[in-house]
């Protein structure tokens, strides 16, 4: 089965950048779309961006403007440049990955800490 190595996380003040990549291994099947997700304590999981096959994104409108997704298709690898970082940006970004028709992955979560 599909597994995802999450990276990039961390500490940074309000304004500042991170970038978050995630690449899938064992994959069997096309991988359609890959993307993030964040939840607060709290809070539910909730969409940041995903990537599709065609190189369709969406994008939260909170983070319309400041994040952009990226995909490496030769490596299964998705990255997620964020920058102008606000505090209620603070969070874990979970990793996504749908391959094939049903099948769905997550990663173990990135935590996500932003300073005023």
């Known amino acids: 089965q599909v597994q995802l190595v999450e990276s990039g996380g961390g500490l940074v003040q309000s304004g500042g950048s991170l970038r978050l990549s995630c690449a899938a291994s064992?994959?069997?099947?096309?991988?359609?779309?890959m993307g993030w997700y964040r939840q607060a304590p709290g809070k539910q999981r909730d969409l940041v961006a995903l990537?599709?096959?065609?190189?369709?994104?969406n994008y939260a409108d909170s983070v319309k403007g400041r994040f952009t997704i990226s995909r490496d298709y030769a490596k299964n690898t998705v990255f997620l440049q964020m920058n102008s970082l606000k505090p209620e940006d603070t969070a874990v970004y979970y990793c996504?990955?749908?391959?094939?028709?049903?099948?769905?992955?997550w990663g173990d979560g990135t935590l996500v800490t932003v300073s005023s």
């Open positions: 996504y990955v749908r391959e094939g028709l049903t099948d769905t992955y």
């Open positions: 064992r994959s069997r099947f096309t991988i359609n779309s």
């Open positions: 990537i599709f096959q065609n190189g369709l994104t």
